[in-house]
């Protein structure tokens, strides 16, 4: 009987995934880039489901065997204005250099296509308008996948009752790009994400040895405050990605993207801490985590984990559809961080 409901149970696991409308997709696409971050993190989930790749664009255009194996048909090129003028080419992924996706992703626009691009979008608020002025522009897809990972739920199950939180966003140093929009949007983005809007009450910056560390007050307009801190001072090896909330009855540690766990505070007798007097165990429960050991099944996947999966997954589905009242355009959430990135520039 056991053994009858266990097969069972992993014959719908392996339809469900057999299943995914993914590995039927009729449209073409096209992919802008081939840097170590698409080739690491897009390109695999793109091959894992067979997505038609009609373009891959890269500055020099040269043909890359590992890709070429991966996606057979695929035209390698330079030019830009293959993809825009072909019509079969309904969506792109763009993962080039981050001073070049505004160009990229207005001419896109321009040309009517669905867009996938990874972060960031554009460098200035200026140019974020500038591009939500593209009328044609209904979907647009940005590349933060915090939104998309899988401890969010459990996040978003004990925060009603949020008061304040810490976000300690701790990297290597990053002498290759804009550490603003190429890395702290990352830690801002999610803060809007999970909590609402906020303004900056104060902050502060210093700047040393190749390195950027930026503190900030920030008040959300639900009335949670925060201390957020971003940081290229610290290693690569060792990065720090946790926050630390502080709800009515228990503290909500998510260190991203591996666990979400809570303690339980002490209870209070008038209003005095009862730890003090009595010896008590502390309760931390568990609600989503790695493990040791990470296991051989999809969800622990470190593209699933990490949301790169999910927020692809979404894209495609998008770009699928024949509904055209989709209106799935990231940009129009992102004015707010974008004035808060150029106010930590100034």
Known sequence: ?????????????????????????????????????GLSNLYPVLSHFNITLKYICTNSGKEYSALKKNFPGCIFTNNIHYLLNDAEVEAVFVCSDPQTHFGIVSMLAKAGKKIFVEKPPCQTPEELETLLKITDLNICKVGLQRRYWAGNKYIFKKIKSAKSYTYKFLLGTYPNGNPYTELFIHALDYCSFLFGRFTIASFSKQEYEGGLTVQIHAVHDNGITALIEMSTHFSWNNPSDVLTISCSEEIITAQYPVSVKGTKKPARFLNLPTERVLSQPETIKEYFSTGNLVMPVKEM??????????????????????????????????????KILHTLQQ
């Not at 149970?9 to 096209?30: D, E, H, V």
């Not at 470190?302 to 989709?326: D, R």
């Open 301 to 338: 996947n470190t593209l699933v984990l990490q949301g790169f999966y999910k927020e692809l997954e979404t894209f495609i589905l998008l770009a699928e559809s024949e509904n055209n009242v989709w209106d799935a355009n990231d940009l129009k959430g992102l004015t707010d961080l974008y």
């Open 1 to 37: 009987m056991l053994n009858s409901l266990v097969k069972k149970y992993n014959s719908l696991r392996k339809r469900k995934m057999l299943n995914n409308p993914l590995f039927s997709t009729k449209k073409k696409y096209a992919f802008i880039g081939a840097g170590i971050h």
